[in-house]
């Protein structure tokens, strides 16, 4: 593709200037502390839809407070958004910061339906501006081992794929228990193992089953299965939820053995994640490097920004987890608790 022009008014090689569209947890948690750190972006501003909670935030990491998301985009001195809003919010608030000539790093996932995902990647065609999507576990060192063991024909053929992200109860009083924000644990976090399986299956894997376990009291699914197959025929199953004790690991079963990355999707920057290789007689752990994968998306992030290319990780990745998220819940036996 022909790269995008960064619609930026600094000189070439300066950090890009970046807004927050929301003090979301993940935000203030992750994110914030990243590109207040960062080398490649410079933290403008942080809004709110209330003001002082803006304040408070803006103070807290050395950047302007401001009430209302449009008053951010309107800014001539922000040349991308981070959005860590819920997910039903995300087609507007994207479609409106690219609007308004903003690149945008939008929390996973993109939309809740795949129309309108394949909406705001032509939106950002149109108006040639960056739209990534942050899957942010796709960014850290551990992976690249694995696939390259993988390479290497350390299990032989893969034969099946399984993966599962499990957490505790979340606070019930959050968007994730609200179906008109986007709530539940197929959005929240059954995405990180459905996006693994692009990682390692060829082509475009079908949803052949899948369950959903929804909450009668709130009706968003806190729990779910799923079983996919690439065109080869080489399987995948996944396990997710929110009302489980906490796994975030997956597995490559091939025919001579298995590869098994057990802090998958959420290790900390400091943690120098564990890679298990099973073969027949022997079983060999492998400590990675620690990695930041939060500053890596970043990075890829403004990297993109900054010459106009939006790496591997874009539109026809995006565009098939949204057809496999809606192709999950349309697919699924729905049970009730």
């Known amino acids: 593709m022909s790269p995008v022009p960064t619609g930026r008014d600094g ?8 807004g927050v569209l929301g003090c979301a947890d993940i935000a203030l948690r992750r994110m914030l502390p990243a590109i207040a750190a960062a080398d490649s972006a410079r933290l403008v501003a ?58 945008v790093l939008c929390e996973k996932p993109l939309c809740t339906t795949r129309a309108e995902t394949a909406e705001l990647m032509e939106l950002a065609r149109h108006h040639r501006r960056i739209l990534t999507e942050n ?14 063991l993988l390479d290497e024909g350390a299990i032989g053929e893969l034969e099946v794929l399984s993966a599962s992200f499990g957490v505790p109860p979340l606070d019930p009083t959050g968007f994730r228990y ?28 079908e949803v052949l089953a ?18 996919l197959s690439a065109p ?19 597995t490559l079963w091939g025919g001579q053995g298995q590869l098994s990355a057990e802090r998958a999707y959420t290790p900390p920057e400091h943690l120098k994640p564990v890679i298990r290789l099973q073969q027949q007689d022997r079983l060999t752990e492998l400590t990675t490097p620690a990695d930041h994968q939060v500053h890596n998306a970043l990075t890829a992030f403004t990297d993109a920004v900054l010459t106009g290319r939006n790496g591997p990780l874009g539109e026809t990745e995006s565009l098939l987890q949204a057809q496999l998220a809606e192709d999950i819940r349309n697919i699924a036996r729905i049970t009730t608790n």
Not at 181 to 199: E, F, H, I, K, S
Not at 210 to 227: K, Q
Not at 232 to 250: I, V
Request: charged share 20%.
């Open 210 to 227: 899948a369950t959903l376990r929804v909450d009668s009291a709130t009706g968003v699914d806190v729990a779910g299965t799923v079983l």
């Open 135 to 148: 899957y942010m576990f796709l960014h850290h060192s551990q992976h690249t081992a694995v696939q390259s």
């Open 232 to 250: 080869d025929g080489t399987a995948a199953q996944l396990a997710y939820g929110f009302r489980h004790s906490y796994r975030s690991r997956y």
């Open 46 to 103: 942080v809004a709110s839809r209330d003001a002082a909670k803006a304040e408070r935030v803006a103070a807290r990491f050395g950047c302007a407070g401001v009430k209302g998301y449009r008053t951010l985009l309107k800014r001539d001195d922000i040349d991308a958004v981070y959005i860590p809003l819920p997910p039903a919010l995300h087609f507007e608030q994207v479609a409106e910061a690219m609007l308004a000539g903003k690149h």
């Open 11 to 18: 000189p070439a090689g300066s950090p890009v200037r970046m």
């Open 178 to 205: 609200a179906p008109s924000l986007g709530g539940g644990a197929l959005l929240d976090v059954g995405v990180y193992p459905l996006r693994t399986v692009q990682m390692y299956l060829p082509g475009k894997p």
